[in-house]
């Protein structure tokens, strides 16, 4: 009985180690191609637009009108210590700074940089540029409901 458990039970054992072994090279190929692949420099911004919903400053008091914040988050990897990053937020009506920052990266050549308007109005167009290094995104918050853009590329 014991030499016919292991014919019965062997065989279906070699072929799970030999899975296991597929299994853990198509793993280690996969992890391969996604380190030679990957594009860890590539910037990333993120542009938010939020209503801030004003109330009366006393009961019976008339509503304050709306007011919109405007909030970018802007990360550039790969810098060298040498490059700064950037980033503006302007009214795209008419060209006004709304504010701005330069970074400097830190040590494993990540600069990151958070900036907050407030008290916009809420029909405000505004247009974020941000650069650093080689790259630059750009992104417009338009009026109303139009639609967001965002896009990226080589620093002009």
């Not at 637009?49 to 405007?70: E, K, Q, Y």
């Not at 937020?89 to 970074?103: D, E, I």
């Not at 750009?138 to 409901?145: A, I, K, M, V, Y």
Request: hydrophobic residues 40%; positive net charge; glycine residues 8%.
């Amino acid at each position: 009985w014991y030499k016919r458990r292991l014919e019965t039970r062997g065989y279906p054992t070699r072929a799970a180690t030999f899975l296991l072994l597929v299994a853990a090279v198509l793993a280690g190929a996969a992890a391969v191609v996604a380190l030679a692949t990957a594009t860890p420099n590539e910037p990333t911004i993120a542009v938010t637009r939020a209503l801030d919903h004003a109330a009366p400053a006393s009961p019976g008091a008339a509503t304050p009108p709306a007011t919109a914040t405007i909030t970018a988050e802007v990360t550039f990897r790969g810098l060298t210590s040498q490059q700064t990053a950037s980033v503006t937020v302007t009214a795209t009506a008419t060209g006004q700074m709304l504010a701005s920052a330069t970074v400097t990266p830190a040590t494993d050549g990540t600069a990151t940089r958070t900036l907050t308007v407030t008290g916009l109005p809420t029909a405000e167009a505004v247009t974020v540029l941000a650069k650093g290094g080689t790259e630059q995104c750009r992104s417009s918050l338009g009026t109303g409901s139009a639609a967001p853009t965002l896009s990226c590329g080589p620093a002009s």
